[in-house]
């Protein structure tokens, strides 16, 4: 039976884990970087109100 490489599967949780935190950190860029747009209430620069 071979031998368990636990560097390996801890390299490979450490880059899990990696990944997550930066997809969690895009979604958060994104909606703050969305929001401001999805506000209709405030007027867009350049756009004209009647």
Do not use: I
């Not at 599967?9 to 895009?26: D, G, N, S």
């Amino acid at each position: 039976m071979a031998k368990p490489n636990f560097q390996f599967q801890k390299r490979q949780k450490e880059l899990e884990r990696k990944k997550k935190t930066e997809e969690k950190l895009q979604r958060k860029r994104e909606k703050s970087l969305g929001q401001p747009e999805e506000n209709p209430e405030q007027p867009v620069e350049g756009e004209e109100t009647e």
